[in-house]
């Protein structure tokens, strides 16, 4: 047995070496000068040896997460931030060339206002939707799920997010409800009955809705990797590849709520602890889809 595990450990280091070798290889970056190349290959050699503690960084490498303070470093609001992305690639590269962090956190805080606008979404209030412009955005507590719903939560997570889930928390997609189940279109003859739903007025309207939406948000993406190539060139690495979620942290935060949750514990503990393990697979493939996709070894897991 410990053989076995010699051998797993020996597989995941070198797995990890890999990893750190393509984000500290900087393809594709276009560096402003080979000082700058310099720069953030060193400060990823930084962050390295932080994490894999075999040797002793030459310092603390300093990787803040920014949050919210760019906008008011900037003398602009979120609001600024979250409907005008112009504005909100500025006030990055100002925070970035002023404060030269080892590595920067992307402006994924500032999500897109429009985007929400269009979907309705009821889950937060943001920035001119429920709070003043002024402030930050906010999560509106509550059960999205209920606690008979566990099992159909367990049995089709897709299915019941985009039946069940959806329509509770983008008003706009409420006719999401009238979605055909997928997996029993397995046959010529099922096809036709089971498309129908789509063919309604509403259904069609959510629809094209989620394509606008849709559509704003690669507009907002194209803005957000076009400052990240700038900056990047710059000398200053991502810290972050992309984000995984902690499977309790999404059925307590975003679905049950705290109250909920909490109540299950003792109520429901079998039905929440399977759907937690069902969630799991979706959580990681997250995370190492993001990290693939952006050649990065780190992946961002908020704490549940």
């Known amino acids: 047995m410990k053989e076995r595990w010699t051998a797993v450990d020996s597989c995941t280091k070198d797995r990890q070496e890999q990893q750190f070798a393509t984000w500290l290889s900087g393809e594709g970056i ?31 490498p300093v990787c803040p997460s920014a949050g919210f303070f760019p906008a008011r470093y900037a003398g602009l609001t979120l609001y600024d931030a ?11 590269e100002k925070y970035c060339d002023e404060f030269a962090p080892d590595a920067y956190d992307g402006p994924v805080l500032m999500s897109p206002g429009k985007v929400f606008d269009l979907l309705d979404y009821t889950l937060f209030k943001w920035l001119g939707h429920g709070v003043s412009k002024e402030r930050s955005y906010q999560f509106i507590e509550g059960e999205y ?24 928390i983008f008003g706009a997609l409420k ?70 979620r902690a499977p309790f942290d999404v059925i307590g ?12 514990m003792y109520r429901h503990p079998d039905e929440l602890l399977e759907a937690r393990e069902r969630m799991t697979p979706f959580m990681i493939r997250a995370g190492v889809e993001a990290g693939k996709s952006n050649g990065h070894p780190l992946i961002f897991i908020p704490p549940p």
């Open 82 to 92: 979250m409907y005008d992305y112009s504005v909100l690639t500025k006030m990055w």
């Open 145 to 168: 799920m209920r606690a008979e719903e566990y099992q159909d939560l367990i049995d089709d997570p897709s299915g019941y997010f985009l039946r069940v889930y959806f329509p509770r």
């Open 175 to 244: 006719p999401f409800e009238s979605m055909p189940l997928l997996p029993p279109i397995s046959e010529l003859v099922l096809v036709p009955p089971a498309i129908l739903p789509l063919g309604t007025p509403e259904l069609q309207k959510a629809l094209q809705v989620v394509m606008d939406a849709a559509s704003e948000a690669i507009q907002w993406a194209n803005k957000i990797q076009a400052l990240n190539r700038t900056i990047m060139g710059k000398g200053y690495p991502i810290l972050s590849g992309g984000l995984a």
């Open 253 to 264: 935060d975003s679905l049950r709520g705290t109250a909920g949750v909490m109540i299950d």
């Open 30 to 60: 276009l560096f402003k000068s080979p000082d700058a190349e310099r720069a953030y290959k060193e400060r990823i050699g930084l962050i390295k040896d932080a994490i894999q503690l075999i040797k002793p960084p030459q310092r603390v």
